[in-house]
């Protein structure tokens, strides 16, 4: 089982002052940060592009863990890798070369994901899985932060580890939406073990005691 990982999502910072937000989880000692694409076509709402992902790389030295919610993914990954995205995750839902996109992530020297949205079945990504480098469980509908986590995203969660498990495959997964101190630890004991959260680490009271707690998981 990998150790737990806790990748604060920059949606939920404050957008004036991104590199604070990175600061903020290299401050904690974390080493993901998740960076939110958004294009206002796959998801109802717009965020980032490349050239702010490039303007926070020479700032940070934590691992980019971008994830794309495009319509058209494929079109987008080499300006995302030569921005300084470390990991670059694409949905499966829309129609693309799914294999093609995935390689040429590796191919461009990123690990690549694959992303679910809550109504998308764990069989969807299942041919994929000895091809990628994390798989993304969304526990919300994606397109805005600060929505509650749905429960009924656990028994996936269970699946995929098990699929990991059995074919002996060593895929990171990843659980973002709603993610908490008790909605991620109910994540972890599926199978969860990279949780994005963005409203509760950034809003929270007492940040270094939330990363205490993840990494303690
Ligand atoms: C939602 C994004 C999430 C978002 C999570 O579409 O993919 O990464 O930042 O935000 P919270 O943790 O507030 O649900
Ligand atoms: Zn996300």
Redesign the pocket.
């Known amino acids: 089982m990998h150790a737990p990982i806790l990748a604060p ?1 920059l949606l939920a910072s404050d957008h004036a002052h991104l590199a604070a937000g990175t600061d903020t989880a290299a401050a904690l000692g974390l080493a993901w940060v ?1 960076i ?1 694409i958004m294009d206002g076509h796959f998801v109802p709402n717009l965020t980032f592009g490349p050239q702010t992902v490039a303007a926070l790389r020479p700032r940070s030295r934590l691992f980019f863990d971008v ?1 794309l919610m495009l319509d058209q993914p494929h079109r987008y990954i080499e300006p995302f890798a030569k921005a300084g995205a470390n990991l670059i995750s694409v949905h499966i839902e829309p129609e693309y070369d799914h294999g093609a996109t995935l390689a040429r992530i590796r191919d461009l020297g990123c690990q690549n994901g694959l992303v679910l949205n809550p109504g998308t079945p764990a069989t969807a990504i299942e041919p994929w899985l000895a091809h990628v480098d994390l798989v993304l469980v969304m526990t919300v509908q ?1 397109g805005f932060g600060g929505q509650s986590f749905r429960q009924d995203m656990l028994p996936k969660l269970t699946q995929i580890d098990q699929w990991r498990r059995e074919r002996k495959l060593a895929f990171r997964l990843e659980v ?1 939406g709603g993610i908490d101190l008790v909605t991620g630890k109910a994540c972890r004991a599926a199978g969860a073990d990279t949780f ?1 959260a963005g409203t509760a680490f950034f809003n929270a009271a007492d940040r270094p005691g939330f990363a205490r707690t993840v990494a303690s998981w």
């Open positions: 999502s998740h939110d994830h994606p973002d994005a």
